[in-house]
């Protein structure tokens, strides 16, 4: 059975395979074959950067941001990596707009199998059993109809759309979930 766990060592190997899948670690940013590289050169950096995230990160459009503390966690099951959720703990001005509290992906072999639905239910136990929040705020792209379905499986409620603010054309879906 599936479970939400923090990265591991034992994960490892999958998560590159599931990179060279097609799996990508940001919505935004494809990977390509230079940022797979470098995690496999050193996939025990890589490990601890999702352990002890960085307090700075370089955003959409290049630009250095401080990183709201966040919790990367991994939706496995044995050893094989299937996806993310991560938790953001709070919401800076650009997480307000676009990214929210939380956000997942799946690698593409294991999509369209309830594991996004399922994560996030996982994801949303993990915070309320971990963070003071009552509740949070997700955003998605009005073209990923099956992110939709998953946020809206998972109790969330429309509250507004606004334009995207790293894709200029783009709009954004607010979604808040009560815990
Ligand atoms: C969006 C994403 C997370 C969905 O993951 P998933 O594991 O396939 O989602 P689920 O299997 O839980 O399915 C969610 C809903 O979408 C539908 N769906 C998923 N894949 C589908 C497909 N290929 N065809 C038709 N419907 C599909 C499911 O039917 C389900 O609805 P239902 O329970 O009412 O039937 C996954 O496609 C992904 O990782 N995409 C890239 C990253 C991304 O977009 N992340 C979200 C950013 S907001």
Known sequence: MAQLVRPAERYLASFIEALHEGYNRDTLRPETPETIAQVEADPMAFLQSQLNPPETFVQP???????????????????????????????SETLSKVGGHVGYAMRPSARGQGHASAALAAGLDWIRANLPLTRVLLTVNPNNPHSIRVIEKNGGVHTQTIPHIWRPGEQALHYWIDL
């Open 61 to 91: 459009d290049g630009s250095l941001g401080r990183a709201v503390p966040w919790t990367p966690l991994w939706w496995v099951e044995g050893d094989r990596f299937l996806g993310t959720v991560h938790v953001r703990h709070e919401l």
